[in-house]
């Protein structure tokens, strides 16, 4: 059983950055392939980035690609999400997931993924 609890959300003009955070309690946090989904309003939960185990490989959906970077530290049972270049298309709410299986090939799926945080609500002004 693993616990996520998701913050650093907020409200930002576009052009600017945030960074989200996702820490992870209870089994070890480096057996999951952990990843970042967002869901506007209206719209279906959809991937954004996922992150190995050992954080040597990521991946990105083509919208947030050049522009959001994953990374984990394993030793704080944390995963974040750096997004520059924000724009009111990314307002969402974003949650993280961990994923035991790490199947690499489905990691845009959202049936792939175990658990999952509550979420933290970003917000980008125009």
């Known amino acids: 059983q693993v616990q996520l609890v998701e913050s650093g959300g907020g409200l930002v003009q576009a052009g600017g950055s945030l960074r989200l955070s996702c820490a992870a309690s209870g089994r070890a946090f480096g057996s999951y392939v952990m990843g970042w989904f967002r869901q506007a309003p209206g719209k279906e939960r959809e991937f954004a980035a996922a992150?190995?185990?050992?954080?040597?490989?990521?991946y990105y959906a083509d919208s947030v690609k050049g522009r959001f970077t994953i990374s984990r530290d394993n030793a704080k049972n944390t995963v974040y999400l750096q997004m520059s270049s924000l724009k009111p298309d990314d307002t969402a709410i974003y949650y993280c997931a961990a994923d035991l299986r790490g199947y690499m090939p489905g990691l845009q799926n959202r049936g792939e993924y175990d658990y999952w945080g509550q979420g933290t609500q970003v917000t980008v002004s125009s």
């Open positions: 992150i190995s185990r050992s954080g040597s490989s990521t």
